[in-house]
């Protein structure tokens, strides 16, 4: 093992390397990479606007607050959450609170052929080894800072096992609960996903919050997709107007698997999403649709990279962001056309919706290509209302708040068309006019 980096000092750094004393931790074969998770964390700093990466999104004031881990034990009921779940029945329920798994919250893990359901610590319990090893790619020197702090603090998680042709019925309904305690807390909770070739499954993330707290959500989803195997994975972000939320997704795909990916933000104060994928295989694919909006002084950043490693590979990317008050958006879309990857095709869109003039977005799809056998494309734009469709609505006797919505909800609603899942659809469309109309605009 490689010595540990130099450790930075920060307020903020000493307050989480304080913190990590206190963790539960996942048992002793694992103690050691999530020492070197730790450390490398440390070294690495919280990310600063001198990184490219981070130019328009500031953590200072997540670096001034003080987080907790969470005391051990359920804090609440399921009356406590259910108002803010989807409208949904018969799916699979799987309740984490404050990063842990909660079994009296959930329903029992779906029993299926070819299919194994466990949380992180049962797996850690049972296989530290197999753990530590997969925990251990997140231990290196150029693991992102929040990915790393993740694996260093994981104290619980999800792990999804689908063999060949194993499949889960109804949809895997993850929810994470932010609860408020006495102290402001923080969670990291990881998710594994391992499809083996030509399974299928649907998988459901949804963060919500019990009160206004000012908590850290910190956590990271792993796929690996064998040759033919389809998923669809939703990240809903709902939490509370004062909670800070980092969340990533990394995925690998195999030869014709094929991966959906639907990223929606409406909550939090500071949101920052890393999405990276690896399309390995020929004929992979993946669809990468997002939708943000940012009212009050609400700041989501999503950041997406897609690396195109095999020929016939697919991507596309279609994310909108609607900002009003002051809030602030940023959308980041890369592609990595490697060399060798021929007759693949790629394309990006991010369409983007100001409501106020305080509000703003900022936009940047890019690509790098190292291939000369391809087809590429990606646009940008950033505008208002049009004001002779509010002007037409208006003229038909339809009010000017009503009209705004209307129009607002159908510039959305390509995003919201793409989602199979029904009670996802309702969900979102009324949780827009929530937002639109006011209600819950974040911190000032």
Same mark, same amino acid.
């Given at each position: 093992?490689?010595?540990?980096?130099?450790?930075?000092?920060?307020?903020?750094?000493?307050?989480? @390397?304080?913190?990590?004393?206190?963790?539960?931790?996942?048992?002793?074969?694992?103690?050691?990479?999530?020492?070197?998770?730790?450390?490398?964390?440390?070294?690495?700093?919280?990310?600063?606007?001198?990184?490219?990466?981070?130019?328009?999104?500031?953590?200072?004031?997540?670096?001034?607050?003080?987080?907790?881990?969470?005391?051990?034990? %359920?804090?609440?009921?399921?009356?406590?959450?259910?108002?803010?779940?989807?409208?949904?029945?018969?799916?699979?329920?799987?309740? /984490? *609170?404050?990063?842990?798994?909660?079994?009296?919250?959930?329903?029992?893990?779906? *029993?299926?052929?070819? *299919?194994?359901?466990?949380?992180?610590?049962?797996?850690?319990?049972?296989?530290?080894?197999?753990?530590?090893?997969?925990?251990?790619?997140?231990?290196?020197?150029?693991?992102?800072?929040?990915?790393?702090?993740?694996?260093?603090?994981?104290?619980?998680?999800?792990?999804?096992?689908?063999?060949?042709?194993?499949?889960?019925?109804?949809?895997?309904?993850?929810?994470?609960?932010?609860?408020?305690?006495?102290?402001?807390?923080?969670?990291? =909770?990881?998710?594994?996903?391992?499809?083996?070739?030509?399974?299928?499954?649907?998988?459901?993330?949804?963060?919500?919050?019990?009160?206004?707290?000012?908590?850290?959500?910190?956590?990271?989803?792993?796929? @690996?997709?064998?040759?033919?195997?389809?998923?669809?994975?939703?990240?809903?972000?709902?939490?509370?107007?004062?909670?800070?939320? /980092?969340?990533?997704?990394?995925?690998?795909?195999?030869?014709?698997?094929?991966?959906?990916?639907?990223?929606?933000?409406?909550?939090?104060?500071?949101?920052?999403?890393?999405?990276?994928?690896?399309?390995?295989?020929?004929?992979?694919? *993946?669809?990468?649709?997002?939708?943000?909006?940012?009212?009050?002084? @609400?700041?989501?950043?999503?950041?997406?990279?897609?690396?195109?490693?095999?020929?016939?590979? =697919?991507?596309?990317?279609?994310?909108?962001?609607?900002?009003?008050?002051?809030?602030?958006?940023?959308?980041?879309?890369?592609?990595?056309?490697? %060399?060798?990857?021929?007759?693949?095709?790629?394309?990006?869109?991010?369409?983007?919706?100001?409501?106020?003039?305080?509000?703003?977005?900022?936009?940047?799809?890019? /690509?790098?290509?190292?291939?000369?056998?391809?087809? =590429?494309?990606?646009?940008?734009?950033?505008?208002?209302?049009?004001?002779?469709?509010? /002007?037409?609505? @208006?003229?038909?006797?339809?009010?000017?708040?009503?009209?705004?919505?209307?129009?607002?909800?159908?510039?959305?609603?390509?995003?919201?068309?793409?989602?199979?899942?029904?009670?996802?659809?309702?969900?979102?469309?009324?949780?827009?006019?929530?937002?639109?109309?006011?209600?819950?605009?974040? %911190?000032?």
């Amino acid at each position: 093992m490689s010595a540990a980096p130099e450790r930075v000092h920060d307020p903020a750094l000493d307050r989480l @390397r304080s913190a990590w004393t206190e963790r539960r931790g996942l048992g002793t074969a694992v103690d050691e990479v999530q020492r070197r998770a730790l450390d490398v964390a440390l070294a690495r700093g919280l990310p600063s606007a001198r990184d490219e990466a981070w130019k328009y999104t500031s953590l200072r004031r997540f670096g001034s607050r003080s987080f907790a881990l969470p005391a051990a034990g %359920p804090t609440l009921i399921a009356a406590d959450f259910e108002a803010g779940l989807l409208p949904a029945s018969g799916w699979h329920r799987i309740v /984490f *609170v404050d990063g842990r798994y909660e079994a009296s919250l959930s329903t029992p893990f779906p *029993v299926a052929r070819g *299919v194994t359901i466990r949380s992180l610590a049962e797996v850690a319990a049972d296989d530290p080894d197999r753990l530590a090893s997969r925990l251990g790619v997140s231990a290196t020197d150029h693991t992102p800072f929040f990915a790393a702090l993740n694996a260093s603090f994981v104290e619980d998680g999800l792990v999804i096992e689908l063999g060949p042709h194993g499949e889960v019925a109804e949809p895997l309904y993850v929810v994470h609960v932010a609860t408020t305690r006495e102290r402001a807390t923080m969670s990291h =909770c990881r998710v594994l996903i391992d499809a083996a070739e030509q399974s299928r499954a649907i998988v459901v993330e949804h963060h919500i919050g019990r009160a206004a707290g000012e908590n850290f959500t910190n956590v990271v989803t792993e796929v @690996r997709l064998g040759a033919g195997a389809k998923l669809e994975h939703y990240r809903l972000q709902d939490e509370p107007s004062r909670s800070f939320h /980092f969340a990533r997704l990394d995925a690998a795909l195999d030869g014709d698997a094929s991966l959906v990916a639907h990223r929606i933000g409406l909550g939090a104060a500071l949101d920052r999403t890393d999405i990276d994928v690896r399309l390995e295989g020929a004929g992979a694919e *993946v669809a990468l649709h997002g939708l943000f909006v940012v009212d009050g002084t @609400r700041h989501l950043d999503t950041h997406t990279r897609v690396d195109h490693l095999a020929p016939y590979t =697919c991507s596309d990317e279609d994310y909108r962001g609607l900002a009003t008050d002051r809030g602030r958006g940023v959308f980041n879309g890369k592609a990595i056309v490697h %060399p060798g990857a021929q007759h693949i095709e790629a394309h990006q869109s991010s369409r983007n919706l100001l409501l106020s003039s305080s509000a703003e977005i900022d936009t940047k799809p890019e /690509f790098e290509i190292y291939a000369d056998d391809v087809k =590429c494309s990606h646009g940008a734009t950033t505008g208002q209302l049009d004001p002779a469709a509010l /002007f037409y609505l @208006r003229s038909r006797a339809i009010p000017e708040d009503e009209a705004r919505a209307l129009l607002t909800h159908a510039f959305a609603a390509t995003v919201i068309a793409r989602m199979s899942l029904g009670p996802v659809r309702e969900y979102l469309d009324r949780a827009l006019l929530t937002r639109l109309r006011g209600v819950d605009g974040g %911190p000032t």
